[in-house]
C-alpha cells in the first residue's frame, strides 16, 4: 500500500517551489491537517487526494485547485463547512464542498446523471481536470494494489477520457485509456506491450544493421565523415 503519509514532504517541497509567490500558512495549514488526521476510515479517500495533489502540481494548476483536492476528504467525510472555511480558505473549502458533491453522484453508478453533472462544471474548468486527475490516480493505485477497479476503468472509458478529449488534454486521455484498458483487459494488454517490446526491439537491431552498413559504405567510398 502507498505511503501516503511519507509523500506529503514531498509535496510539500513541490508545492514551495511551484507557488512560491502563495500563502504558505494556508498550505502547511492543509497539509498538516492531513498529516495529523486519524480518520481510519477513510484512509483511501487520504492516499488519493495526496497523489493528485501530487499530480496537479505537475500540471501547474493553481494552489487553490490543489488545496481543493487535499480538503476533499474531509468535506466528503462531512466536516463543518464552517471550520474548513477557517482552514482552507473560503475558495478551497467550496469547492471542495463542490467535489464532494460531485463524487456522491459519481458514485451512484448513473453514467447518464454523471454526464449531465459533468457539464454543469463547464463554469469551473479547475473542477473538470480534479475529478479527471482523481480517476486517474484511483486507477494507478488499484492497478498497483493487484486490485483493479473494473467498475471505474469501464465508467473512466465510457465518460471520463472523452471528457479529456474534448478538453483537448490528451496527454492525460491517453494515460485514462492505457489504465483503463490494463484494468479491464489485463491479460490483453500484457500481450500487446510484449509485441511492442519486440517491434522496438526489431526497430533497434534494424537501425543498428543500417547504421553499420552505411558506415562501411562511406569507408568504401572514401567519404570523410
Known amino acids: 500500500m502507498m505511503d501516503w503519509r511519507g509523500s506529503l514532504e514531498g509535496l510539500r517541497q513541490r508545492m514551495k517551489a511551484v507557488y512560491p509567490g502563495a500563502d504558505s500558512r494556508t498550505m502547511e495549514r492543509a497539509i498538516e491537517k492531513v498529516a495529523r488526521t486519524s480518520m481510519q476510515a477513510d484512509e483511501t479517500r487520504l492516499r488519493n487526494a495526496v497523489a493528485t495533489a501530487q499530480l496537479l502540481v505537475d500540471y501547474r494548476l493553481s494552489e487553490a485547485t490543489v488545496l481543493a483536492e487535499l480538503a476533499r476528504p474531509f468535506a466528503e467525510a462531512g466536516a463543518d463547512a464552517k471550520a474548513l472555511e477557517g482552514e482552507f480558505g473560503k475558495e478551497v473549502a ?29 463554469r469551473d474548468f479547475r ?99
Open 94 to 122: 467550496g469547492m471542495a464542498a463542490e467535489l464532494a458533491a460531485i463524487n456522491k453522484i459519481a458514485g451512484e453508478g448513473n453514467p447518464e446523471k454523471t454526464e449531465k453533472m459533468l457539464l454543469t462544471l463547464a
Open 127 to 225: 473542477l473538470l481536470l480534479i475529478m479527471l486527475a482523481e480517476r486517474k490516480t484511483r486507477l494507478e493505485q488499484s492497478l498497483q494494489e493487484g486490485e483493479a477497479d473494473k467498475a471505474l476503468a469501464a465508467e473512466v472509458l465510457e465518460i471520463y477520457a472523452p471528457l479529456a478529449e474534448k478538453l483537448g488534454i490528451n496527454e492525460l486521455r491517453n494515460a485514462l485509456e492505457d489504465l483503463a484498458f490494463r484494468a479491464l483487459y489485463a491479460g490483453e494488454y500484457q500481450r500487446l506491450a510484449e509485441r511492442l517490446r519486440q517491434s522496438e526491439k526489431t526497430r533497434e537491431r534494424e537501425l543498428q544493421l543500417a547504421v553499420g552498413t552505411l558506415g562501411k559504405e562511406v569507408v568504401k567510398q572514401g567519404i570523410k565523415a
